[in-house]
């Protein structure tokens, strides 16, 4: 059923709110987002922008989704396609960097530092979640056909560290052991800090532009989890 006038006009609406959200991102940073400015700049009265978000922090939860689904479905596009899962999970990787160098305002939300006040409600976790998932289904993919190599050095984990990754399994429903389930963690955590590294300007001055580092660090990831080369 298409939306009545109404209800286009409220996600109009809404969609010049986060447009405008994303406006103060990159010209005043997260700690200063304020409806009031919003309002402003819509030529709204503040009351008008309140019956679309109660809160600055409403706003914030608004934005972040948005940048969380944005950024799953450049990952869920680069995981699909008919290449090695290996392959695919590099390409994962730098469709990421790309959208995190076109973003750097909405990647910086996500995955910077915390907004000072502000604590992100649970119900972002689903859409924050898509990318990884994605991700780790390729691993699934490659161990489920005999594909990924399970003689890669992995340090010993401790026995907490060990029942968390079993948790993690069974609430992703994946029988991958523990231990790649732990070389994945691992492995993606690098994938966000060189991305992070070249996106805030850690390698000025050393690996200019970041490119082919990030590239070879994807790859290394990826060796690291036990995709082959």
């Known amino acids: 059923m298409s939306p009545t006038p109404r209800e286009r006009a409220r996600i109009d609406t809404m969609q010049r709110i986060l447009e405008s959200g994303r406006t103060q991102l990159a010209e005043h940073g997260a700690a200063a987002l304020s409806l009031r400015?919003?309002?402003?700049?819509?030529?709204?009265?503040?009351?008008?922008?309140?019956?679309?978000?109660?809160?600055?922090?409403?706003?914030?939860?608004?934005l972040i989704v948005e940048g969380y689904r944005d950024l799953a479905e450049v990952a869920e596009a680069a995981a699909a396609g008919r290449a090695a899962p290996g392959r695919r999970f590099v390409a994962l990787c730098e469709a990421i960097h790309r959208w995190a160098r076109e973003h750097p305002h909405q990647y910086a939300l996500l995955y910077g530092s915390p907004v000072p006040g502000y604590r992100a409600p649970a119900d972002t976790i689903v859409d924050a979640a898509r990318a990884p998932v994605a991700a780790i289904q390729l691993v699934d993919a490659a161990w489920s056909a005999g594909n990924l190599a399970d003689d890669v050095p992995t340090p010993t984990a401790a026995p907490a560290l060990r029942r968390q990754a079993k948790d993690l399994g069974a609430a992703l429903e994946t029988e991958l052991p523990e231990r790649v389930l732990l070389r994945f963690t691992a492995a993606w955590t690098q994938v966000f800090g060189v991305i992070s590294f070249d996106l805030f300007g850690q390698f000025v001055g050393s690996f200019e532009p970041g490119d082919q580092v990030c590239t070879f660090t994807f790859r290394t990831a990826a060796q690291a989890i036990g995709f082959p080369e």
């Not at 400015?37 to 030529?43: E, P």
Request: hydrophobic fraction near 50%; aromatic fraction near 8%.
């Open 37 to 62: 400015a919003v309002a402003r700049d819509l030529g709204m009265v503040s009351s008008a922008v309140y019956r679309y978000v109660a809160s600055r922090d409403d706003l914030l939860t608004a």
